[in-house]
């Protein structure tokens, strides 16, 4: 898969795309990240990419034709998506990533100063994709986010892809709680039953403790799996 970051501070990414699995993942060729410097495609001598608001306020809005400059000069993929971080964007979640990962390609805009000039959306966002409700200083951080989130989906990109299905998020409930050795720590013991080597018993456990933990901690995420197990209505 094809990942296209376009920022103003592409060695933000640097390490992130050296390290671990991210980067055994770009070593192996099977995702490709490339970034790129929209200041490089700034119309002036002086490569500026911001400009004050049209209608005053305050800060500086990021130029529309360095990121559509970009953008075109950027080869497009049969199934690709180009994204828009902001804050304003629909809130990111697995099932948003597990679309993402069947694609070829994603291009990322990391906004900056007070955003992107609102045609830039028109001309060439496919979608607005926020992280969280706070505000960050830049798309840096949300573009990684997505990257690390999509790019472990890619088949092949982690060691052990038993550990997908297991996790939070991915049966619509939170994962269970997670041992290792030693048995017994400060008086705290392991569940007997996670060492007795019976795999049913450990199965229906791990499920018990599953919706245990998402009852307590994201009952909105408990619900929403009941809503979507209820049979749909008989049009009268
Ligand atoms: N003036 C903008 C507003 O009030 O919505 C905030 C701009 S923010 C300081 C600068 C850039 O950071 C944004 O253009 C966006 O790319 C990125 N950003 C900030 N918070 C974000 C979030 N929660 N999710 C995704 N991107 C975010």
Known sequence: MQFD?????????????????????????????????????????????????????????????????????????????????????????QKMARQMAKLDQLIL????????????????????ISIGDYVLNGGEVAALVLLETVAR???????????????????????????TRPPELRGLKVPKVLLSGNHKEIEAWRGSQAIKMTKKRRPDLLKKLQNEKKPAKEPT
């Open 5 to 93: 970051i376009l920022t103003i501070f592409p060695q933000f990414f640097e390490s992130s795309l050296q390290v671990s699995l991210l980067g055994k993942a770009i070593t192996q060729k099977k995702l490709n990240v490339a970034l790129h410097n929209f200041r490089d495609f700034a119309t002036d001598k002086h490569k500026t990419v911001d400009d004050v608001p049209y209608g005053g306020g305050p800060g500086m809005v990021l130029k529309p034709e360095p990121l559509v400059n970009t953008i075109e000069s950027i080869s497009g993929k049969k199934k690709s998506k180009c994204i828009l971080l902001t804050p304003r964007g629909t809130l990111f979640n």
């Open 109 to 128: 805009i990391c906004g900056r100063y007070e955003g992107v000039d609102e045609r830039v959306c028109e001309l060439v966002v496919d979608e607005e």
């Open 153 to 179: 989906l890619i088949p092949g990109v982690l060691g052990n892809e038993a550990s997908l299905s297991h996790e939070s998020f991915n049966e619509g409930l939170l994962e269970y709680p997670q041992y």
